[in-house]
Nanobody, 117 residues
Framework: QVQLVESGGGLVQAGGSLILSCAVS????????WAWYRQAPGQERLLVAG???????SYADFVKGRFAISRDIFKHTVALWMNGVTLEDSAVYYC???????????WGQGTQVTVAS
């Protein structure tokens, strides 16, 4: 069974940076496309960034140029590098397979990111 454990969230000042990490176990990590999602209170869960098994990355327009996604094929982790955060980036962040091309796994607990002005 695939387990997803997100970490690295916290309180950050607007304009600041944060790095989120997702540890993946129980999966054929290298053969799967991965993604980060986020969900703000009362809103739907949105895809933020994706990275394919060929290391091709893609980003939602609202984070393009500010966030970066990467993966470590040896440690089986997926990272989200967040720069220039804004109040609108406050949300619970989750990693999972990229739903555009893969079946989703069970969600982890997510990691809370709160941006303060």
């Amino acid at each position: 069974q695939v387990q997803l454990v997100e970490s690295g969230g916290g309180l950050v000042q607007a304009g600041g940076s944060l790095i989120l990490s997702c540890a993946v176990s129980g999966s054929s990590f290298n053969d799967v496309d991965w993604a980060w999602y986020r969900q703000a209170p009362g809103q739907e869960r949105l895809l933020v960034a994706g990275i394919t098994k060929y290391d091709k990355t893609s980003y939602a327009d609202f984070v393009k140029g500010r966030f970066a996604i990467s993966r470590d094929i040896f440690k089986h982790t997926v990272a989200l590098w967040m720069n220039g955060v804004t109040l609108e980036d406050s949300a619970v962040y989750y990693c999972n397979t990229d739903k555009r091309w893969n079946a989703l796994e069970s969600w982890g607990q997510g990691t809370q990111v709160t941006v303060a002005s």
